[in-house]
Structures are given as structure tokens and as C-alpha cells.
């Protein structure tokens, strides 16, 4: 998940709306067998694998300060390409650049004066005035990161008997971190968050030319500075107090996301008073937020929080109520203009097939594992 | 996705899994449970009617086990997507068992255009949840969830 600011009010952007998305709808595809345009060939593919968004920045895909405003600054350095199987890279190696379909999104929100629960730390992540755009992006490693979880669920299948490790659903297949198959899953699984990180990067990237090119501006003066890019699926070791001691372990955030408090010693200089920027997505009807991490967080779940709404519906169920034609007529009239490469695929996500995420904020709230900062509303969407 | 699909060859379960999609597929024998749980996935990724089948692709898998050498060929298709482009429309199928199952495919479909193809769901992962083949009196069924 990343998030990134711009100095336009919906005033500026208003007119040009449609253009804005529809030039990023072209310029970042998505849904099923998209190619993305980073035409990168097997030796630079490995140095993704390695490098992640240090590659990119390197090879002008971003700017040196993205770097410390994401988690890890984009870049996990434990990463072995030697581990990734060359299905995996086939199957990925054109994938870097693309959306993807299902929950995953580019979307245009502004911020509502009403929706800015802490203005000083909203300012201190580049969030100053109500009426305020910024970009959204939802997406991760693509076939290449499912390609690797497929091949290591095969492999651990295999070893749980000499593991002696029993699991009441096979998906749960699984090593000790120790044996090699454990440890050669986590330099692989590494590689896949390098490659989620770069994809991310390369489609910041392509949001600042869209920007660019619509108004006509550079995107330096127009501030499209990353607020933070945060991953909602990965395995990391981890220093964590337990009963007292200090202990390493391997904290798995699956549907969840990392929630640091200030002076944790991995977040980066600028986080250091502020605490790490949290990043949770609803749905596309109704908005998402900007949120910081705690200590409680710390204390209590490992320094992780929600990762975004969760569906209540199923997507056959969504797709009953209402036709993707209808839903993205219906949200223009609402003032959010959505283009997709799928309508069923739109119909899927409709707003209501997803839990209030407002409900949802006020649950991370109340259990103080983070703290909403700013409320962001949509205006423009693209999806797979 | 049309979801009246030929409910002798697969059915979509809807209470199994919200966020993803969960089918049961059925045949008479392996080489027709194969295709039609290759059919479900076809279904899923594009509306049939628009996917032409003017191009073959043949490959040979094999697995000691019968589950896995379903997981294994229901992955391949996803592999296939994204590394090659294709989308497919036909699925052949023929199952040798033994000591190492041997599966032969041949998959019919086309290159992937969004201009002439209306394109759906890009599945991400066959998963093992809940994933199970077996012989139920005369016929195979086999349930599958997919990530989405």
C-alpha cells in the first residue's frame, strides 16, 4: 500500500478529473494479463529480486528520498533470487508496472477538513490543507509473489512428516524457520516483497507522469512527495519484549500491516518523532485513512494493525446486486469516477460487499494499536 | 462470469470463502473432473463466448498423488496466463494412473486482447485451502479455492 501527496486542491483537479484517470488507466495496467512497461530482462530481474526500490530509483524510477519512506526503504536485503524457482521469474519478470484485478487500485482522494483528526501529524506527513489530492495505490507482487508461495506450499507438503508438523488446512503448510526449506522460503518470500516494493515504486513512477502530463507541471513542484509505502503481506524477524525479554522472532503480517511507534529503532530518521505512517484501504466507495503507529501497538500485536475493511460479501453475492454498467454510473452521479478493466470485476467490489470502515478505524482506535490521522475520500479509481 | 454455468461440470460455492472463489468441480472419471475444474478456472478468468480457441497448447505433468497432480494442473493454467498470455476456452485431458500419475493436456484458447476478449477475474493462486479430490460412489468431485 502507498500513499503520495500532492499540492492540487480538488479545485484544480475537478476539471481535469477524467483525463487524470483516464491517462493513468492507460499508463498502468491492469486486470488479467496485463504487461507492465518496465521491459526488464532476466539479469535486471534479479537485481529487482535483490534491490527492490533502490533498483528503481537507480534506474530513474523514482526519487532517493522515496526510499526512507518505505517500509524497510524498499528493500530486504536477507533477498536470494537463487531460491526463486524460473517459473516464477517467467511468470513475473513482465508483471513489474501492473494493478492487477480483484481488490487492488489506483485511486485519486482528497482530504476533507472535517476527515483530519491530527492536524499536526497530518502536516508532518505533507498533508496541509482541507481540499487536498493525493494518489492511493493497492497492489503487490503479482503472479510472481503467488508463483513462489505456490511452489514453497508443494515443497513444505512434502517435508511435514519429517517435520513431524501437523496442520488442520493444507494451505498452512509450513517448515521450521531454521531447516533449509524454512530458510530458503524466506529468502525467496524476500525476493517477492522486493518485487511488490518495485512495483509499487515504478507505478509512483508512472502516477508523477500522469500528473505531470495533465498539468503540465513537473511533479517535483507539485509536491508528489510519498507520505509511506507499507506491505500488507510479509514474514520479517523481528526484535520483540516478551515476558520481560527480548526476543527474535518471525511476525507473519497476513491481511495486516506493520504499526511501529515513534523511536523504533527500523523506521527511518523521519519517522523517528512521528512513528511509522500506516496506510488502511476501504472500499472504493467509501474511503480510506491515514494512520501512525504506537506503542501499544508494540506491546500488544507485535507492532501491527488492520490492513483495510475485509468483505462481508461474497463477490457472487455483489455481482447480484447490482451490474458493474450501473454501480459505476451510479458512483459518477456520487462524484467518484471509476474506470475498470472488468465490470463484473467492479461489481465485486462495490462498497457495500465491504465491512464500514469506519467501524473498522474505530476498532484500531479504541484498541490503541494505531491512531487515525486523516480520513481520505475518493474521487477517482482505477481497478483491475 | 455467467453464473448459470453447467452445473453438471462445476458449481461456484458462494459460503466457503468471501474474499475468494470456491468451486466444486465433477466427472465421471479423472480425465473429465480435470477438464471441468480447468473449465471453472477458463470461466473465471474471461466471458467464454468471447475467447477464440485457435491456439493449442500441449503440456505433461506428473505426481505420485492424485490431489497434487490437480493442484499442479490447475496452477500450470495460471502459469500459462501470465507467462504466455493465453487465455483458454477447451480443455483435453488424458490421466494414466500409476505409481507416478502421468496427465497429458492439450488446452485450446488465444492470446490475451482485451479489445477482443471481455476479461474477468486474474486469479493469483490455486490454493490448498480446503482443497480435495475424491471418489464419491461412481463419480469424482473435487473442491477448489482460489485466490482472487
Keep these: 500500500m502507498r500513499l503520495v501527496t500532492t499540492n492540487l486542491t480538488f479545485k484544480d483537479v475537478q476539471p481535469k478529473l477524467k483525463e ?22 532476466k539479469s535486471q530481474f534479479k537485481e529487482i529480486m535483490t534491490d527492490g526500490s533502490k533498483w528503481c530509483v537507480e534506474n530513474g524510477y523514482g526519487w532517493q528520498e522515496d526510499l526512507e519512506r518505505t517500509e524497510g526503504h524498499g528493500r530486504i ?3 536470494e533470487p537463487e531460491k526463486v524457482s524460473s517459473k516464477a521469474i517467467e511468470r513475473g519478470i513482465k508483471q513489474l508496472g501492473t494493478l492487477g484485478s480483484g481488490n487492488h487500485y489506483l485511486e485519486i482522494q482528497i482530504v476533507k477538513a472535517e476527515n483530519i483528526f491530527d492536524e499536526e501529524l497530518a502536516k508532518k ?35 511435514m512428516k519429517k517435520y513431524n508438523i501437523e496442520v488442520y488446512d493444507r494451505e498452512l503448510a509450513c517448515a521450521p524457520f531454521q531447516s533449509n526449506e524454512g530458510q530458503d522460503y524466506y529468502k525467496a518470500m524476500a525476493c517477492a516483497a522486493n518485487m511488490a ?13 500522469g500528473f505531470s502530463k495533465v498539468f503540465k507541471t513537473e511533479a517535483e513542484k507539485l509536491d508528489m512527495h510519498m507520505v509511506y509505502d507499507v506491505a500488507h503481506n510479509i514474514a520479517k524477524l523481528e526484535e520483540h519484549t516478551i515476558d520481560g525479554h527480548k526476543k527474535k522472532l518471525v511476525v507473519h503480517r497476513k491481511g495486516s500491516t506493520r504499526a511501529f511507534p515513534p523511536h523504533h529503532p527500523e523506521l527511518a530518521k523521519i519517522f523517528k518523532e512521528t512513528g511509522q505512517p500506516v496506510i488502511i484501504g476501504g472500499s472504493m466507495e467509501t474511503g480510506s485513512f491515514l494512520l501512525v503507529g504506537t506503542q501499544k501497538a508494540m506491546d500488544e500485536t507485535f507492532g501491527s494493525t488492520a490492513h483495510g475493511s475485509g468483505r462481508t460479501m461474497s463477490r457472487a453475492a455483489a455481482k447480484r446486486q447490482v451490474r458493474g454498467e450501473q454501480l459505476q454510473k451510479d458512483m459518477e452521479k456520487r462524484g467518484i469516477y471509476v474506470k475498470a478493466t472488468s465490470m463484473p470485476g467492479l461489481a465485486e467490489e462495490a462498497g457495500f460487499a465491504y465491512k464500514n470502515i469506519t467501524d473498522v478505524i474505530d476498532a484500531v482506535s479504541q484498541a490503541g494499536i494505531s491512531k487515525p490521522v486523516v480520513g481520505l475520500k475518493p474521487v477517482g479509481n482505477i481497478k483491475g | 462470469m455467467n453464473i448459470n454455468n453447467d452445473k453438471t461440470k462445476y458449481k461456484f460455492l458462494e459460503d466457503i470463502a468471501i474474499a475468494d472463489i470456491a468451486f466444486e468441480a465433477y466427472g465421471k472419471d479423472l480425465n473429465e473432473l480435470f477438464e471441468n475444474a480447468a473449465l471453472a478456472i ?18 505433461e ?20 496466463k501470465d507467462s504466455k498470455y493465453m487465455v483458454f476456452k477447451h480443455a483435453h485431458v488424458i490421466i494414466e494412473e500409476g505409481k507416478k500419475n502421468k496427465l497429458k493436456a492439450v488446452l485450446e484458447g488465444d492470446k ?28 469424482w468431485k473435487a473442491t477448489v479455492v482460489v485466490d482472487i
Design chain 1, 77 to 79: 536485503d536477507w533477498a
Design chain 2, 42 to 59: 477458463f470461466e473465471l478468468s474471461a466471458d467464454l463466448d468471447t475467447v477464440d480457441a485457435s491456439k493449442k497448447v500441449e503440456f
Design chain 2, 112 to 139: 490475451i486482447n482485451p479489445e477482443v476478449q471481455s476479461l474477468e477475474n486474474d486469479i493469483k493462486a490455486i490454493t490448498m485451502h480446503m482443497f480435495e479430490l475424491k471418489k464419491e460412489k461412481n463419480n
Design chain 1, 125 to 159: 506527513f505533507g498533508i496541509h490543507t482541507s481540499e487536498q489530492v493525493v494518489v492511493m495505490v493497492h497492489c503487490g507482487s503479482r503472479g510472481f509473489g503467488h508463483q513462489i508461495g505456490t511452489d514453497y506450499l508443494r515443497i513444505f507438503e512434502g517435508m
Design chain 2, 61 to 80: 505433468l506428473e505426481n505420485n498423488k492424485l490431489d497434487n497432480l490437480l493442484y499442479d494442473f490447475l496452477s500450470e493454467i495460471l502459469f500459462l
Design chain 1, 197 to 209: 516494493f518495485s512495483n509499487r515504486q515504478v507505478i509512483l513512477h508512472r502516477i508523477r507522469e
Design chain 1, 20 to 41: 487524470l484517470v483516464d491517462t493513468m488507466f492507460k499508463t498502468v495496467p491492469s486486470g488479467v494479463g496485463s504487461r507492465g512497461f518496465v521491459d526488464a530482462n
